[in-house]
């Protein structure tokens, strides 16, 4: 079973539109969670770190379930520039600090 | 703020020749981690290092030699390059921070594409 799971997509959607995206996570002993962007093969890029209260950063919000072991990201009026593939990413402190990452979710943002 | 680098950006190589990517952060982050990325298999850790002269194996260790005599440095040696490591490289690092470790970003680098014919 993989560490991280994420839907991979694509998804499809026009601008303006909410979009979510899903993950979870199979180590409960998981300690640190974030949503990584990464376009066309470039370096991923911290999107935002996902806390236990849940955490929004303008159009971007997203959730943490201990208990289900499940992390959500929503995206509200969609941009073109969305456009990317979105990284699940939980952090293991306790396991040598190791970073587990999921195999990304695609989205695409039609005009 | 430079932050985290690697070189080259680019690189072709023949098989069985040895291929050196450097990564260098200013940042003085404790932790610093090697990944493969190919299409399909996203990305894969390689090596990582919890200090200067702390390393250990990653998931795809092998073919692959890591040193870090210095906190800010953390190259990747490949001894004989295969094609089958033909993939883009990246670099990150990270610093613990805050209660059990609350704060622990990874930052990666812009990556090194290495092609082995």
């Known amino acids: 079973r993989k560490e991280v799971e994420q839907d991979p997509g694509p998804f499809n959607v026009p601008e303006g539109a909410t979009v979510a995206f899903n993950c979870t996570y199979s180590n409960s002993a998981s300690q640190s969670f974030f949503w990584y962007r990464q376009d066309c093969r470039k370096e991923p890029k911290l999107l935002m770190s996902v806390y236990s209260s849940g955490n929004e950063d303008g159009r971007f919000t997203a959730q943490l379930n201990r208990a289900s072991q499940y992390i959500s990201l929503l995206i509200r009026d969609s941009k073109l520039s969305d456009s990317a593939t979105y990284l699940c990413?939980?952090?293991?402190?306790?396991?040598?600090?190791?970073?587990?990452f999921g195999s990304g979710t695609k989205l695409n943002v039609k005009p | 703020d430079a932050g985290i680098t690697q070189s080259p950006r680019y690189k072709i190589t023949e098989t069985g020749r040895q291929v050196t990517l450097m990564c260098h952060q200013t940042w003085s982050h404790s932790y610093m981690f090697w990944y493969r990325q190919d299409l399909g298999h996203g990305l894969r850790l390689i090596y990582y290092s919890a200090a200067a002269d702390i390393t250990d194996k990653g998931e795809v260790p092998d073919g692959y030699v890591v040193s870090r005599s210095k906190t800010e440095n953390f190259p990747l040696t490949l001894e004989s390059a295969t094609r089958s490591q033909t993939s883009v490289y990246f670099c990150?690092?990270?610093?613990?921070?805050?209660?059990?470790?609350?704060?622990?970003?990874?930052?990666f680098g812009p990556g090194t594409r290495l092609t082995v014919l």
């Open positions: 990150a690092s990270s610093e613990p921070r805050g209660l059990v470790a609350t704060y622990n970003e990874q930052f």
């Open positions: 990413v939980v952090n293991v402190i306790y396991n040598f600090n190791k970073f587990y």
